[in-house]
């Protein structure tokens, strides 16, 4: 089955202990993402990747790194995570990184609680 | 940035009647749109795109209709099923790689 997965689904930690969220696609997607989701702001970028190796800061990469050594995986690190990275987290994957005829698919997401 | 989306917060229809959200954007250069469900627990789920140089474009049960001159975005479900509540939110493509999301409207149907 077509999907990409995240893990863990949920995540509690506290202030400044490291922390991976992993995202897979099975898919050959060229093109990964990581969003945010927040009550009242929607879906904010995070990061993209357009293929391995290329990474790029999206709307609010504050507090966040990457990495895309392989097509299929784009893990989400957070070295030092705050209480307003508290969140629900979402990678999403797309064919191509031009995004026309070409909708991302998502993950089932991570809800991350930073104490 | 910008808000994509002014979106009611809420929509309550009876099942078997049409729904209508509704989604504005405000970039005029924006070329690419999509309508995602998110139920709860879940991530978004794809449900219909179409493009900047199209008017309307159907599915099963539902069609997208945009307007470029007043820059508004209509997803209709024919037909609404209990099955169909949940959050809808409109993306936009900007700039190629970069989509940027509404808040979204919750549809929940009424038995």
């Known amino acids: 089955e077509a999907q990409v997965t995240q893990n863990p689904r949920y995540l509690i930690t506290v202030t400044g202990k490291k922390l991976t969220v992993t995202c897979s696609q099975n898919m050959n997607h060229e093109y990964m993402s990581w969003y945010r989701q927040d009550p009242g702001l929607g879906l904010r970028q995070i990061y993209y990747s357009m293929n391995v190796e290329v990474t790029d800061k999206g709307d609010v990469p504050e507090g966040y790194k990457v990495s895309r050594k392989e097509k299929r995986n784009f893990p989400l690190i957070l070295e030092s995570p705050s209480p307003n990275q508290t969140s629900l987290y979402f990678c999403a994957s797309s064919l191509t990184g031009q995004g026309r005829n070409s909708p991302l698919h998502f993950g089932n997401g991570t809800r991350l609680t930073v104490t | 940035g910008e808000s994509v989306g002014l979106h009611l917060p809420t929509l309550s229809v009876q099942e078997g009647d049409n729904s209508i959200i509704n989604c504005a954007y405000s970039?005029?250069?924006?070329?690419?749109f999509i309508w995602y469900k998110q139920e709860s627990g879940k991530g978004p789920q794809f449900i219909i795109d179409?493009?900047?140089?199209?008017d309307k474009r159907q599915g099963q049960r539902v069609t997208v209709l945009l307007n470029k001159t007043v820059k508004h975005l209509s997803l209709q479900i024919a037909a609404t099923q209990p099955g169909d509540s949940a959050v809808y939110f409109c993306?936009?493509?900007?700039?190629?790689?970069?989509?940027?999301f509404g808040t979204g409207t919750s549809l929940t149907v009424i038995p």
């Open positions: 993306a936009e493509n900007r700039k190629g790689n970069q989509f940027y």
């Open positions: 179409i493009r900047s140089n199209m």
């Open positions: 970039n005029s250069a924006s070329d690419y």
